[in-house]
């Protein structure tokens, strides 16, 4: 099985189910230990709630060893949950997340990617607006959509990766925040904005009407070959969002998460490392295989190249196969 250099490890005990997330892979030469006493060392002991009560971890937990130091630093165990969690609050509270843990994405799924090779944004220019299929691009150029709730950073982070301060501001103008907008970049392949979603007072049928347009969009479009779904790491999983997910993930439609806002700091909200955490928790309900995730802030440039560099690997990879490969996670 091709490695990836972000991996889920799941391990099934009587009592607990622990979740592991590494920044390396622990397959050879990497030697892995089992055991608390080991993760004690390492400064990485794991306290889980359950029922209420606090307690040190009594499954094993895996940590493991990198001939190279700077990965043996990432490589820290930081989540652990109960089989029986129900709540953010049933996962561990030392947690840290650094930019280490989000390396860019060179598998997706089992295929390994191309080089990000022309990876640099020249130029990126706003192209159309489309209510109806029959008013997108006609000239079949790969396609990488850009989705996620209203608010959640979506125009301030296609500015950042396009260098283009208000080329997303198309998307606020009245009119046209529930269109499908195309931005052509470096003349070569479009990035899509397509319209937010769970606006917070929508009941259940204007969200199914959002979903009218943009799903004929998923399913039949035939030049896109990602989703990024835009998931804000300030706050604790929203309900819309896994339903995105969930949905994405049920009609095969290759998906990855970006998480936003990393620099941002809410009042009475988790820290943003639990706020994934708990996001992820609920994604590896959804797949078997996770898919590749990167964590952004658009007020600090975090992520920003690693996010234009893995839309060049996708890119590249649609120049390859055509039809891309359906991710081994959807399957
Ligand atoms: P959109 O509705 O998804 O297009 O979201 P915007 O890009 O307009 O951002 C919504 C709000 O979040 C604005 O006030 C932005 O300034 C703010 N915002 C966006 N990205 C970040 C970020 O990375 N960090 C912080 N702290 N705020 C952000």
New binding site residues.
């Given amino acids: 099985m091709a490695a990836s250099m972000l991996r889920v490890v799941r391990t099934n005990t009587a009592s607990s189910r622990l979740v592991v997330h590494q920044g390396v892979s622990p397959r050879p030469p990497y030697t892995t230990t089992v055991g608390g006493a080991a993760s004690r060392r390492q400064g990485s002991l794991a306290i889980a709630r359950h029922g209420g009560q606090k307690q040190a971890l009594t499954a094993p937990v895996i940590t493991t060893r990198s001939p190279n130091p700077a990965q043996r630093l990432s490589s820290r165990v930081y989540a652990v949950a109960t089989e029986d969690a129900t709540d953010d609050s049933d996962y561990v509270k030392q947690i840290s997340i650094s930019q280490n843990d989000y390396p860019e994405p060179t598998h997706l799924g089992d295929v390994e990617l191309p080089d990000p090779e022309n990876a640099r944004i020249k130029t990126a220019e706003y192209i159309s607006s489309a209510v109806r299929h029959d008013q997108l691009p006609k000239d079949n150029k790969t396609e990488i959509a850009v989705i996620?709730r209203?608010?959640?950073?979506?125009?301030?982070l296609i500015n950042s990766i396009t260098n283009k301060n208000g080329l997303?501001m198309v998307?606020k103008t009245p009119g046209k925040t529930r269109t499908i907008n195309h931005f052509l970049i470096n003349d070569d392949w479009y990035l899509v904005d397509l319209p937010?979603y769970g606006f917070a007072k929508a009941g259940e049928k204007r969200r199914m009407e959002w979903f009218g347009f943009t799903k004929e969009y998923f399913l039949e479009r035939e030049p896109l070959v990602m989703v990024l779904l835009l998931v804000d790491a300030s706050i604790p999983p929203q309900q819309a969002d896994l339903e995105c997910l969930n949905w994405l993930a049920d009609a095969e439609v290759p998906v990855s998460v970006i998480f936003?806002?990393m620099?941002?700091k809410k009042k009475k909200c988790p820290k943003n490392s639990q706020n994934i955490l708990a996001f992820e928790r609920e994604m590896n309900e959804i797949f078997e295989q996770m898919p590749p995730r990167i964590a952004t802030?658009?007020?600090s440039g975090l992520g920003k190249d690693v996010v234009v560099r893995y839309l060049a690997r996708l890119r590249n990879l649609a120049k390859q196969t055509a039809p891309p490969p359906v991710p081994s996670y959807l399957e």
Wanted: hydrophobic share 15%; aromatic share 0%.
């Fill in positions: 996620g209203s608010n959640v950073g979506k125009s301030s997303a998307s937010g936003t806002k620099d941002k802030s658009s007020a």
